[in-house]
């Protein structure tokens, strides 16, 4: 987050107990044309969460209620601004999990993890945030409340309450969340590989999903990355993780070991690490990266098919490498392709120097995005800093998007940094 102060307006925040007073606090907002920016736990890194003076902070951290956890249908009730990990250890008490783990779990909420169309650790297990929502209970700007609708599922309608995931706060304000969640597996079996080179790595990820196995978590670094991790590994390090009931568990372990027969395997260890340092690579240590003065520090997580990655891959790398150092790890895999999750450093002379060193990183990627046929995102978001693209990738459904975001907000008072909306989104 970017918060601006300054200028003869002041930013008022307000932080509702009920949603009477939210649906209260949108209604006059509308009616007065004042700005509204929803916020939950500030994890983002996107620039989503700009607020100005004469705009107002909607914080959700009042609504912090778990309000049902339903054992029996596997259903969990929650209020947007429950914390991500207080919910899943409450739910690991009583023998389940969500299975939703970002990075940024300790500090991340609920409405933010759905507004963000987030994607966690174990997505090719459990899904990503959009498979976890069942329904949604949102505040319209008009100050309307559209409960959550009854599941499984239903073919009345299109799914409406998607359009919410993933809308950064431009359509309105989550209140609730009716998420699917799992019991926790009997088993968890784990191990690392080390492969010659990358191609190598990612037939062997792309042999495994296609097979039908799921595992927990499946991650290949380059050789760069590989050597960040301070693995054994002399190549490109794989951690897979599986899980389930022990026969399951173990049925899937064998699959894995079989598509990474031509790799060496470095047993449990490196997994057991990856499961240690989960959460290490947080919003907090990345920024600590930038104390010294002309220093600069991002991630940037695309995704693209199988076929297309290793093309990608070198292109992005060739980018970052002119200003600096450029890591990638390949994850949240599926059946057609996977993310690329890069993270880029350098410095410069000064900052000036380095604001523009670190522009040309961004404009760079997302140029090989283009070229390569992948998303600019697959995880994070648009916010401020991918809005000069999403036009670009959206093509036409830009006007789409146009067209409901204004239908169901008239008068322009949700949050403007949405989906690129501060921006002018290229063509």
Known sequence: MRARAGGDQAVEAVRPASYEEVAGLLRRCSESGTVVVPIGGLSAVTGAVDVRP???????GGLDRIL??????????????????????????????????????PVATVGGLVSTRS?????????????????????????????????????VGPALHQLFIGAEGGLGVVLEAVLKVSRLPSAT?????????????????????????????????????TAFQGSA???????????????????????????CAAA????????ERWRDRRFHLSRERLLASLEPPGSFVDTIEVAAAWNRLPGLHS???????????????????????????FTFAGSASDE?????????????????????AATVSHHHGVGQVRAPWVGREMGEWWQVWERVRSGIDPKGVMNPNALGRSGRPSS
């Open 54 to 60: 004469g705009q107002v902070v909607l914080d959700l």
């Open 68 to 105: 049902e956890v339903d054992q029996h249908n596997l259903l969990a009730r929650v209020q947007a601004g429950v914390n991500g990990l207080r919910l899943e250890e409450e739910l690991n008490r009583r023998g389940l999990t969500l299975g939703h783990f970002p990075s940024s779990l």
């Open 119 to 155: 994607s966690g650790q174990e997505s090719t297990f459990y899904g990503s945030i959009e498979d976890l929502v069942q329904g949604l209970t949102v505040c319209l700007p008009d100050g309307t409340v559209a409960e959550a609708r009854p599941g499984p599922r239903s073919a």
């Open 189 to 225: 079996l784990g191990r690392g590989y080390d492969f010659a080179d990358l191609e190598a790595g990612l037939e062997a990820m792309r042999e495994i999903v296609q097979l039908g196995v799921r595992p927990l978590v499946m991650r290949l670094y380059d050789r760069e990355d």
């Open 233 to 259: 590994a002399d190549g490109c390090l794989l951690v897979v993780g599986v899980a389930g009931e022990p026969a399951m568990a173990a049925a899937a372990r064998d699959v894995v070991a079989a598509g």
């Open 264 to 271: 060496k395997d470095l047993g449990e260890e490196p997994f």
């Open 315 to 341: 292109a992005v790398k060739v980018v970052l490498a002119a200003d600096g150092i450029g890591l990638c790890h390949f994850s949240h895999a599926y059946p057609q392709g996977c993310c690329a999750y």
């Open 352 to 372: 000036e120097a380095a604001e523009a060193a670190y522009e040309r990183c961004w404009k760079g990627t997302m140029e090989a995005c283009f070229e390569h």
